[in-house]
């Protein structure tokens, strides 16, 4: 009778942990699934023709899985907001007005003939762009990317989670159209450099007259043209 007992309560024992391992196991394929499926919203948002950016930053500012997933989920969302972040800077220096102001009469009027103001501005603004693409770059690398799961001290099925399901597409992602934009710009912008230091290193050599910019100095003259040029 002793011995049925033990073994009556050694059964329940292992059915217990049977039971308590499958609450588990059954507990994470769940929170895999779910943290799958956040994965795939955030793809759809972020390749929407519109992306609303409230809501992609709404998403990215919510976590939805638990556990070690939760840090998982955190990591990448983590990317991707400074991501965001980076494109948006972009996005806000090509968009600036004032670009399109330098070399115009308004500005020759108002900042000439030092130009002191579009000098500081020029150089701000191109050293501004290239370190916007060299962190875009440096976004995309894989060891960046890594670097937000690492920080985590995760187990490795993780680690793998993370690189086999979000930085193995990661490079696919990178749009050089980007890299292009910048780098167009920052040539306009180094073009507009010269065209005001030829203005101010030529003060005597033109002036403003009835909203029109009148050179004394044919070179002068010439070399301004052939820069205005270059810009088209």
């Known amino acids: 009778m002793k011995k049925k007992k033990i073994f009556i309560f050694i059964g329940l024992v ?13 507990k994470d394929l769940k929170e895999e699934k779910k943290l799958l499926e956040v994965f795939d919203e955030i793809n759809l948002l972020s390749n929407e023709e519109n992306i609303d950016i409230e809501k992609l930053n709404q998403k990215l500012n919510t976590i939805e899985t638990s556990g070690d997933y939760a840090k998982v989920e955190e990591a990448f969302k983590s990317y991707l907001k400074d991501l965001l972040s980076n494109i948006t800077d972009i996005i806000n220096v090509l968009d600036d007005e004032q670009l399109t102001n330098i070399l115009t009469i308004e500005n020759y009027k108002n900042d000439g003939k030092e130009f002191l103001e579009s000098k500081e501005y020029l150089e701000k603004t191109i050293n501004e762009l290239e370190n916007l693409k060299n962190e875009y770059n440096n976004l995309f690398d ?3 990317v890594l670097s937000y799961i690492k920080s985590k001290n995760l187990d490795d099925y993780y680690v793998d989670l993370y690189k086999n399901e979000f930085v193995k597409d990661i490079s696919a992602s990178k749009d050089e ?3 292009d934009n910048i780098n ?7 073009l507009s450099q010269k065209i005001i230091d030829l203005l101010c290193e030529n003060k005597n050599a033109w002036d403003i007259e009835n909203e029109n910019l009148v050179f004394y100095d044919d070179n002068v ?9 270059e810009l088209e």
């Open 14 to 26: 292992v059915l217990i942990f049977i039971i308590f391992i499958g609450f588990w196991v059954g």
């Open 177 to 179: 159209a980007v890299i």
């Open 184 to 190: 167009t710009l920052i040539s306009i912008l180094e």
């Open 142 to 144: 894989e060891e960046k």
């Open 221 to 229: 003259a010439n070399k301004y043209e052939e820069y205005i040029n």
